[in-house]
């Protein structure tokens, strides 16, 4: 319980609130000094043209004669005062009867107006005076004072503390809103986050939710489910690996067991140099199958590595005249066909077919190679009694071996023709079954891309 506060404080969520607040923080500071002065600045000035204006006119007016009882307030400025160089009250608003000067700043005769500010011993109450000269006035020469009460904004700190009280409701708004956001837009995160933990080796075929906002979460969510994706295929293919293993190497293991069992309850009951040539026969087989199975799942993993450029057709007229079978194996190929890929990798691809043509043929087998369509094009033909169109997809599976195959071959492994499409595939290229409209049984196609000088392929 103590690190859930910790926790919530160091998610994505609350940083980016915080983020934001500094942010904000840092402008309202800037915002609230500046318009702390400018209004300072725009109050105090409209305090002095207002005191000045008042003083201008009594000066014009004293110019002419002098007032025969209080000044009348002028533009709403009600402390107005004609005080003599001694510093004696020549003439005053009612307000100010009987009052002393508002000021001891006297404005010099040839310059201008004078400003203060005087406040009374309660701190609260204060005057924005504006003085000027008069040195021809009715009065001779006399000093002219208007005075406007300074405004609390000036006096005080309730400016400040409007401001900073405005900015901390603003920021405090900003906040909320920050983390509504935040939390609206990491939602689908945690959505994401959510399903991962229910996805387990028990239910891989589960996804994620993908947000319909098409942004950086929603391209997230994508790449994980195609993750996801090439994780269950990649378990999919385990599981059937060991499936397939453990079916397969069931019967010869049972074989080598029974006979060795038997030898050792009847020792002279046969002769134990065929007992042990049958031992050696199921080892084989085994020894066979798990070489067939670890090609597969190098396959599998996409282990395949050491590619160059290899001429198709060279190769498969070298691997045709290796052939050493009963069947006459005849080539006619393309050379200069070019393929980019592991050259051992391809020679097993062909060995294996050729090898399945030979145990399937009567008489004869044609390798041809060439060049259809950008594409090198691979077919081995054999005269024999083909393959049905059912099976032509299933041969291709692990360990699918049709009735004929088992009776011409019974020990075979039934991975040779899975092993060569799993090839294929690895070099981006199909293998296919069909019909041979050469030699009247089954062909085998193989395409594979061109290689061409220049060009490169990851």
Not at 251 to 262: D, F, M, S
Not at 328 to 351: F, I, K, M, P, Q
Not at 378 to 407: C, K, M, N, T
Not at 428 to 448: E, H, I, K, N, Q
Request: hydrophobic share 40%.
């Amino acid at each position: 319980m103590a690190r859930f506060p910790r926790a919530r404080l160091r998610s994505i969520r609350a940083r980016a609130t915080v983020g934001s607040m500094l942010v904000a923080a840092l402008i309202l500071v800037v915002a609230i000094t500046a318009t702390s002065r400018l209004t300072r600045v725009v109050v105090e000035r409209e305090e002095v043209f207002a005191a000045g204006e008042a003083a201008r006119e009594v000066v014009v007016d004293i110019q002419k004669e002098r007032f025969d009882g209080p000044i009348r307030p002028r533009g709403g400025v009600v402390r107005i005062q004609v005080v003599s160089r001694s510093g004696e009250v020549l003439a005053a608003t009612g307000t100010l009867a009987g009052a002393g000067p508002l000021t001891s700043a006297e404005p010099r005769r040839d310059d201008g107006p004078v400003g203060d500010v005087v406040c009374d011993p309660d701190p609260g109450d204060c005057l924005t005076v504006v003085g000027y000269s008069s040195p021809d006035s009715a009065y001779g020469d006399a000093l002219v004072y208007a005075a406007v009460p300074r405004s609390v904004l000036l006096t005080g700190p309730l400016l400040e503390f409007s401001l900073v009280g405005l900015g901390a409701a603003v920021l405090a708004s900003i906040g909320g809103i920050a983390w509504w956001q935040s939390g609206r837009t990491l939602r689908p995160v945690e959505d994401v986050r959510t399903r991962l933990e229910q996805i387990t080796a028990s239910d891989p075929d589960k996804r994620l939710p993908v947000p319909e906002t098409d942004d950086e979460i929603a391209a997230l969510a994508r790449t994980a489910n195609e993750t996801l994706r090439r994780l269950e295929t990649a378990l999919d293919r385990q599981r059937r690996f060991a499936s397939d293993a453990s079916h397969e190497l069931r019967n010869p293991i049972a074989g080598l067991r029974t006979r060795l069992e038997v030898e050792l309850a009847d020792p002279g009951a046969g002769d134990p140099r065929e007992a042990l040539r049958g031992a050696l026969k199921d080892t084989q087989r085994l020894e066979r199958i798990v070489a067939d199975l670890l090609e597969l799942a190098r396959l599998d993993a996409d282990l395949i590595s050491g590619g160059e450029p290899v001429d198709l057709g060279e190769l498969a007229a070298a691997e045709a005249e290796r052939r050493a079978a009963g069947v006459r194996v005849d080539s006619s190929v393309e050379r200069g066909t070019h393929v980019y890929g592991n050259r051992a990798r391809l020679a097993r691809l062909l060995t294996n077919l050729l090898a399945n043509a030979e145990r399937h043929a009567e008489r004869r087998v044609l390798v041809g190679v060439a060049q259809e369509g950008g594409q090198a094009v691979l077919r081995v033909h054999d005269d024999g009694h083909g393959v049905p169109e059912q099976d032509r997809e299933r041969i291709f599976d692990r360990f699918a071996r049709l009735d004929e195959s088992r009776r011409r071959d019974p020990g075979g492994t039934g991975l040779g023709l899975a092993i060569s499409r799993e090839i294929a595939r690895a070099l981006g290229g199909t293998l296919d079954a069909g019909d041979s409209d050469v030699l009247g049984g089954a062909v085998f196609v193989l395409r594979l891309p061109l290689y061409r000088p220049g060009s490169r392929r990851s």
